[in-house]
């Protein structure tokens, strides 16, 4: 008794007897879901790689202040986290070369840009490990520094930290006396892995830092900021959750202006309190927040700016006193707080008695002022003022502004003038002056002329800044705390330095917006994708053409053509189903393969950051669906002409028939597509031409449509 025949008998049957075609369709398909799949899961291993270097370098921190130059007092941290209820954390960052000797080796490991960090044992709550004590001369290394330089725990190395200096070396009466640098040895108590915070960093980079970890405290010290630092971090995950606006209201509330490094000081029995700065020149927020328009604005505030000329001559040049300070201060009717008198014009100057006495001037007389100006190249280019003297001051009258001169390091600190090192051109000759000498050792910092502080701001302004203190009248304790009430109330702690990032969630956004591999990777396979399938699609009708006698035969006995088509479908639904399924799992071998590549070849692809093997169940199955459907058209398309044929065709087992000559409507229908291609491909370059973002996808568009 026969066996009733049926599609699926047919089907299984016909894939025994031409196992070896189909399997060759098999491959064809595989190697495509190989390279599909394989580039989507290197998008996920990048993804997810960033994702895993954002909560290493982040630990539980959520948000944080980076004031990386500019120095804040460290008990903000203290009041913060009361105020808030979370952890709140100080960190002083420093710059430093670490240099390992080894005693079994020849040889010397030296690694600069390393992360010299300042931290108290409440850093080490952020992470996920225990507290590592640190006292002095000792150190806990990052696990990347800890291997270049070969060090283990016990071991000694020596670290060069820089020395910070409060404003830049290069700026106007800036000291250059102090050291760049200083150093130090070390024993080493920890190596610091990545799950403890040992690629801490606030930068979004995937690359681990080089840190070495010190006592805060000792590095303050060391440093010469005792109870500074450049950090405020602030944890987040599994504590309270705070966002941007709390930490902004609870900083406005806890915030002095001594925090940073903003100073009111009073000349004694003079009736006016000075409002300086630790980085010698006031910010530009400050001036224009206490001297600008607006209600909000501190009142009664009197510009200040104190600088040192290269020399003070009389109209011909005879008489010069070299190296002398100046000062450039607001009108105001109040002569002990200004000496300057309202009305007085930019081109009168008022001269102290030791000035008039040595250059032999009055009132009326001409004075020539020479000074270095700061240029936009940070050089320093000589040139002169002429002022008309309004009047001349005894020096008793001068006190006031003695003791008001704003403090330079390196200047206002020495015995001699010979001593004095600042930003500035000094002839060393003209430092021996005798009479200069002896001007400092009687009066020191007394400034021997006062000018307008307008005429002041366009000799002397520059990009660090242009104004060295602001005065306030003020006689009593009472009226200094309401300035110093006002000052806080108006001042805006963020243009100072202090404002919170949203660290974590900044890096979250960073992930997402990174530039996606998964997509690059599939753009550049793409051709090798194209290419596998039209190979699926010619093995197919290979294995089609070998079967056309048995194909006409169905015809013959009565089968359509849509069953016919039924039939080769569903062998082919087996066989793309089979091919996808094995180049799902090739895809992750290749992945890792890619990643190898990424790891060894192509490590500048990814800024040498370490990419991890991971495959999202979801990106496979979609990779091999899509596969699998990308397969299904190349043999749909492959099969529908043969099938088009008439059982005599098939029968004969002519595998060209009609298909040898190309009608010429068909002919021209390829010629008129071709011509399509070409025009939109250079239709695309020319589109993406000053496009960055578009440079890429524009490639392989315009290569796809050529293929055309």
Not at 225 to 236: C, I, P, T
């Amino acid at each position: 008794m026969g066996v009733p025949l049926s599609y699926r008998l047919l089907s299984r049957r016909s894939l025994r007897f031409y196992w070896r075609t189909q399997l060759s369709v098999v491959a064809g398909v595989s190697i495509a879901a190989m390279v599909l799949v394989g580039a989507m899961l290197v998008g996920d291993c990048v993804r997810y790689s960033l994702r895993r270097f954002a909560l290493l370098r982040l630990g539980r921190i959520a948000y944080a202040i980076d004031a990386r130059n500019r120095f804040f007092d460290d008990s903000l941290a203290g009041l913060l986290g009361q105020d808030l209820d979370v952890r709140v954390v100080a960190v002083l960052g420093l710059k430093g070369v670490a240099v390992h000797e080894r005693d079994t080796e020849a040889e010397t490991a030296r690694v600069n840009r390393v992360r010299v960090l300042g931290v108290d044992p409440s850093f080490w709550g952020l992470g996920s490990a225990a507290t590592i004590p640190l006292g002095k001369h000792q150190i806990a290394l990052g696990r990347k520094l800890a291997a270049a330089l070969g060090a283990a725990v016990g071991d000694e190395l020596a670290v060069r930290v820089g020395q910070p200096a409060q404003m830049p070396r290069d700026a106007p009466l800036a000291s250059r006396k102090e050291r760049l640098s200083r150093r130090h040895v070390f024993r080493v108590t920890a190596i610091v892995g990545d799950d403890a915070l040992g690629r801490f960093s606030l930068d979004a980079v995937q690359v681990a830092p080089y840190n070495a970890f010190v006592d805060r405290a000792w590095l303050q010290a060391s440093a010469g900021l005792e109870g500074r630092a450049n950090m405020l971090l602030v944890g987040g995950s599994g504590e309270r959750e705070i966002g941007v606006g709390d930490l902004r209201e609870s900083l406005a509330r806890c915030w002095r202006i001594e925090h940073v490094g903003l100073r009111l000081r009073a000349a004694e029995s003079h009736g006016f309190v000075q409002l300086e700065s630790d980085r010698i020149f006031l910010d530009a927020h400050v001036g224009r927040a206490v001297l600008g328009a607006g209600e909000r604005r501190v009142t009664g505030g009197i510009g200040v700016l104190a600088y040192l000329v290269n020399g003070i001559a009389c109209e011909d040049g005879s008489r010069r006193t070299p190296y002398s300070f100046v000062v450039a201060c607001g009108p105001s009717d109040d002569r002990d707080i200004s000496l300057v008198p309202p009305g007085m014009r930019d081109d009168e100057i008022i001269v102290n008695r030791w000035l008039a006495d040595t250059l032999s001037v009055g009132s009326g007389a001409v004075v020539r002022l020479n000074y270095s100006q700061l240029d936009a190249g940070g050089g320093f280019t000589e040139a002169e003022r002429t002022f008309v003297v309004r009047s001349v001051v005894e020096m008793d009258r001068f006190r006031a502004e003695r003791e008001a001169m704003p403090r330079f390091p390196g200047l206002t600190d020495v015995e001699t003038c010979r001593e004095w090192d600042i930003g500035l051109p000094i002839d060393e000759a003209l430092l021996e002056d005798a009479g200069n000498e002896e001007y400092w050792e009687r009066y020191r910092e007394t400034p021997k002329a006062i000018v307008t502080f307008r005429a002041g701001r366009e000799m002397w302004s520059n990009r660090f800044g242009s104004l060295s203190a602001v005065r306030f009248p003020a006689r009593t304790d009472a009226e200094t705390d309401s300035i110093r009430r006002r000052l806080r109330e108006t001042l805006d702690p963020g243009e100072l330095g202090l404002f919170f990032l949203p660290v974590r969630d900044q890096a979250a956004a960073a992930i997402e917006q990174s530039l996606d591999f998964g997509q690059l990777f599939l753009s550049m396979s793409f051709f090798l994708i194209v290419a596998a399938l039209m190979l699926t699609a010619l093995l197919f009708v290979f294995g089609v053409e070998q079967r056309l006698v048995e194909l006409g035969t169905l015809r013959a006995l009565g089968y359509g053509v849509g069953h016919v088509r039924r039939l080769l479908l569903m062998e082919g639904w087996i066989v793309a189903g089979a091919g996808s399924v094995a180049g799902g799992l090739l895809g992750t071998l290749y992945t890792r393969a890619l990643i190898g590549g990424l790891a060894t070849y192509w490590r500048g692809a990814v800024a040498g950051a370490a990419i991890r093997y991971h495959a999202e169940p979801g990106t496979l199955l979609l990779g091999m669906g899509i596969s699998f459907a990308c397969g299904m058209a190349a043999i749909l398309a492959a099969l529908w002409r043969h099938t088009r044929r008439s059982p005599r065709e098939l029968l004969a087992g002519d595998a060209t028939g009609a298909q040898g000559d190309v009608p010429g409507s068909a002919a021209r229908r390829i010629g008129l597509l071709s011509a399509v291609g070409l025009l939109l491909a250079i239709g695309v370059v020319v589109a993406v031409q000053g496009n960055e973002q578009s440079t890429v996808p524009g490639f392989f568009g315009a290569g796809a449509l050529l293929l055309l």
